[in-house]
């Protein structure tokens, strides 16, 4: 299986922009990297997903490294909303395409 | 809005009394899954459905069993709940099997054991 390392929390600002890191040196070349969120009390949520290309969306960018070891998650204005945990996954684990959960980072955004 | 739905947000049972969870979707989704989430834990999945083709984790534990019967509809079944169960048990569907399909999550059951 494909591992990640994340940082455990992370803190910001509100209106600024956040970098959320993400290792994951033993992806194979097949796997897209998912992230997701989730806010208290509620179910994960997708935000946005890549195989070797920067990707954006209406809630973030996805920057892949070249050698695909890692990737940053940026939301270009934290809000208080954006307050959660955020989960980087590798979509290929264990001989299926399923998404199986690390520990995530607790992003908390301050007003 | 099309969406995941479970029922209900909080559930509380005995000790040993099976219970069911249900979820619906209207997404008109061909897999739909199941993850338990104990506290301060990430989500773990426990097994998924593709269309009617029933796929385990190995280590997910006999107490726990699936029904789909139809597109719409996924039943959690926990035939003898211990004090270990109590957990927030989400469902979730994907057009496909996930490797280029986000996954729509619905809000979870709280699951209490008494």
């Known amino acids: 299986d494909a591992k990640t390392t994340q940082p455990n929390s992370m803190e910001s600002n509100e209106e600024e922009p956040v970098h959320l890191p993400c290792n994951h040196s033993t992806i194979s070349g097949t796997d897209y990297i998912h992230w997701y969120r989730q806010l208290p009390s509620q179910g994960p949520e997708y935000v946005i997903h890549?195989?070797?290309s920067n990707v954006n969306n209406r809630m973030a960018s996805l920057a892949i490294a070249e050698d695909r070891k890692s990737s940053t998650l940026i939301l270009h204005r934290a809000t208080l909303r954006d307050a959660a945990v955020y989960y980087c996954i590798p979509s290929y684990q264990g001989g299926s395409e399923k998404l199986v959960f690390g520990k995530g980072t607790k992003l908390t955004v301050n007003p | 809005d099309a969406m995941v739905i479970q029922n209900p947000r909080y559930q509380v049972t005995q000790f040993g009394k099976p219970v069911t969870l249900s979820c619906s979707q209207t997404l008109n989704h061909n897999v739909m899954y199941w993850y338990q989430q104990k506290s301060s834990q990430a989500p773990k999945l426990l097994f998924h459905y593709y269309d009617k083709d029933f796929n385990n984790e190995a280590d997910t534990p006999d107490n726990f069993q699936s029904r789909r019967p139809n597109t719409s509809f996924c039943f959690l079944d926990i035939r003898s709940p211990g004090l270990g169960d109590a957990a927030m048990y989400l469902c979730?569907?994907?057009?496909?099997?996930?490797?280029?399909?986000?996954?729509?999550f619905g809000d979870g059951t709280r699951l209490s054991i008494l």
């Open positions: 890549g195989l070797t």
């Open positions: 979730a569907t994907s057009r496909l099997t996930t490797g280029n399909q986000p996954q729509h």
